[in-house]
């Protein structure tokens, strides 16, 4: 065994010995008797590799394929311009799929190259894979062309690509087919003014097809880059050919916003719905690397949204990361902590439960990071890889989402008490996913306090919600058996309005009568599984039982409102006084009732004995079931929900039942006046 891995020279036999074996001399070995031999190894060399695999390049031979070529020129002319030595880029887009990218910076290099002396650095770059400038970092701080493969892997998929420099006063031109020079760099000329570069292509209809540049996806390009860099201004243009039958795109256009990445989030938005007002946006500079050179900066935009869909766009060095990286993860992070601590600091703890879920479910915001050699993920650049990215971010954001946090606390509570609330629906809907997902393999589970009534037509059968087993056992005498049934609940409930998530998902009453009705909460209400066709709260007749009755209709109207749109909750009207004279008995709801009553069911001065009903519990349940619970001689009121009123509505439960007590007492103060209080 251990001369297999030792691999000992082996001693050479004696030529007499190698004849006196009988086996044939060793010869070079010929054709595998398999076919498969040197000859069929392949060795690509230049530009051969990406028009045999242009997946492995751009992406795949499809429309987004297409642009990327664009976008690679155009990322080439921005890095220009943001290293400072460009202004300007011109984009034009004209007939027979041709696109032209100009900017007004340096120039690429026309001289020799020192290590392929008889070409030129431009044909290098635009032959030669992994072959640029932004290598070292000296040409550029901070760069969107990394693998020095861009420019000659769109020059390898066109059918035809034309370079122009100008540069030291003179203007030179190469081109190309299929990535093969047509001819050497050639100098055609001097120039006083201009500078810069220049690169016209066609994609190549071997690769690509029929498939043609789309100008509004073209336009959509430029606007984002003049938004990531305030500093350039791009002047757009189209031949009105291409134009024909649409009005979304412009024939010319000039792109320049100095708000930056603000500017680019107001005009998405317009005017839409916002929870804050304004756009939170700044930038700020990464901080210094461990070396002391300098790593970059970042810009931001962030808008607080009330409604419709949240969005997140990234970019490192203007490249789109739409797959996030960890420039994202440090946005999120920053934004996270600092609102968290903004909740200890008002003494909130429900703000411990919020996640970066919560929170960028309800923002609009961009993110641009310009960072020295930023690693992505493939030659696509999707994603964003670098680990350090994460921290600098982060660090760059926390300190300044803090101080704005501090400066208008207002708005920061405003923007605390939103993000807590969809936390706390989000663990809601989570717990309604549990017990769903116990549901499914497991038989129905009726609360034990619950009394079931025999039939099981939903539209002949009702349950009645009662407070205490006292009541319960009046209610249970007094039912109809067969289509009554009886949840007795245990004093006042939680109120919903005012409660944390947690404290509502722990709420052993509310469970049992969520799962008494069947039907689910929240977004998992679904009426078809509902047991019963009417729902009645049946409540002592005082001012408790009026107490609990508000609890439990805000309960339903905050987490089962499909009940209450289906016209399935009632109330119950119990009478609180029993009247009799002799064998005549009447009932009275209040005391105006009984007084009212008194003077007009019976003869003037003659005694009438009055009994009031301590609770449903210490009423007989002959006079329960005659009075509230017989279908043919009692009286419900049917909760109803206008939807024209929903906003007064939603006000008026929020003011009475809501989490700020100071509503409830300007309510209480301005209405005092209407109180009948017998003291």
């Not at 954001?397 to 803090?402: C, G, N, Q, T, V």
């Not at 089962?560 to 008995?585: E, F, N, S, V």
Request: hydrophobic fraction near 35%; proline fraction near 5%; charge should be positive.
């Amino acid at each position: 065994m251990n001369d297999l891995f030792s691999n000992p020279s082996p001693k050479p036999k004696p030529e007499m010995n190698r004849k006196q074996s009988g086996k044939p001399e060793a010869t070079a070995p010929g054709p595998s008797e398999s076919g498969y031999s040197a000859r069929d190894i392949e060795v690509l060399e230049g530009l051969e590799p990406v028009r045999r695999r242009p997946g492995m390049y751009v992406g795949g031979t499809d429309e987004n394929a297409l642009h990327h070529l664009a976008a690679e020129i155009v990322d080439n002319a921005m890095d220009e311009a943001v290293a400072g030595h460009a202004s300007t880029i011109d984009v034009h887009l004209s007939a027979g799929n041709r696109l032209t990218v100009r900017d007004n910076g340096r120039g690429i290099p026309v001289d020799p190259h020192p290590k392929f002396k008889d070409r030129s650095a431009l044909e290098v770059i635009f032959t030669t894979l992994h072959s640029g400038g932004k290598f070292s970092g000296k040409a550029y701080a901070t760069s969107g062309g990394l693998h020095g493969v861009g420019s000659s892997v769109v020059n390898a998929l066109s059918s035809t690509l034309e370079v122009e420099v100008a540069r030291d006063r003179a203007v030179w031109r190469q081109a190309y087919a299929r990535g093969v020079p047509l001819g050497p760099l050639e100098r055609i000329g001097p120039t006083q003014n201009r500078r810069g570069t220049q690169i016209g292509f066609v994609p190549d209809t071997e690769i690509f097809g029929a498939l043609a540049f789309q100008p509004s996806r073209l336009f959509r390009l430029c606007r984002s880059k003049a938004y990531l860099f305030r500093g350039v201004t791009i002047r757009w243009e189209c031949e009105p050919a291409l134009l024909r039958g649409r009005d979304d795109v412009p024939e010319k256009a000039l792109l320049h916003f100095p708000g930056g990445l603000a500017d680019s989030l107001r005009d998405e938005l317009g005017e839409g719905p916002s929870l804050l007002t304004g756009i939170w946006s700044g930038e700020a500079d990464l901080p210094a690397a461990a070396d002391g050179s300098g790593t970059g900066r970042v810009e931001w935009a962030v808008a607080w949204l009330d409604s419709g869909e949240s969005a997140l766009a990234s970019y490192c060095n203007t490249i789109p990361t739409p797959q996030g990286g960890t420039h994202e993860a440090g946005f999120r992070n920053a934004l996270l902590k600092g609102l968290r601590a903004w909740g200890e600091a008002r003494s909130n703890k429900r703000a411990a439960q919020v996640t970066a879920e919560d929170l960028l479910g309800a923002v609009a915001a961009k993110l641009s990071a310009f960072i020295r050699d930023p690693q992505f993920q493939g030659q696509t650049k999707e994603k964003l890889t670098n680990a350090e990215a994460t921290r600098l971010v982060e660090t760059a954001l926390r300190d300044r989402f803090d101080h704005w946090l501090a400066g208008q606390p207002a708005q920061a509570d405003a923007l605390l008490a939103a993000i807590v609330e969809r936390a706390e629906d989000r663990l809601r809907r989570r717990g309604e996913k549990d017990t769903a997902r116990k549901s499914a393999t497991n038989r129905i589970r009726l609360p034990g306090k619950l009394t079931d009534c025999t039939r099981s037509n939903v539209a002949e059968t009702e349950i009645f919600l009662v407070e205490g087993d006292s009541a319960g056992g009046s209610a249970k005498q007094a039912r109809n058996r067969e289509t009554q049934a009886v949840l007795p609940l245990r004093g006042k409930i939680l109120n919903v309005a005012s409660a944390s998530t947690e404290k509502l998902r722990g709420n052993q009453e509310l469970k049992d009568l969520v799962e008494a009705l069947g039907c689910g909460q929240g977004t998992r209400y679904d009426a078809a599984r509902l047991r019963y066709g009417r729902v009645i709260i049946m409540t002592d007749a005082d001012v408790d039982g009026a107490h609990i009755a508000s609890l439990l209709m805000t309960f339903f109207y905050r987490e089962l409102p499909g009940l209450i749109q289906g016209g399935h909750l009632h109330l119950a009207q119990p009478p609180l006084y029993r009247l009799t004279q002799g064998a005549k008995t009447i009932y009275a709801m209040d005391d105006r009732d009984r007084e009212r009553k008194i003077k007009s069911a019976f003869k003037p001065g003659s005694k009438v004995e009055v009994s009031r009903f301590k609770g449903l519990g210490e009423m007989p349940p002959a006079d329960l079931k005659r009075t509230t619970m017989d279908p043919k001689q009692r009286t419900l009121l049917r909760v109803v929900a206008a939807p024209e009123l929903h906003d007064a509505t939603e006000k008026r439960v929020e003011d009475l039942m809501g989490r700020r007590p100071e509503l409830r007492f300007q309510f209480i103060q301005a209405n005092a006046h209407t109180a009948d209080i017998d003291l």
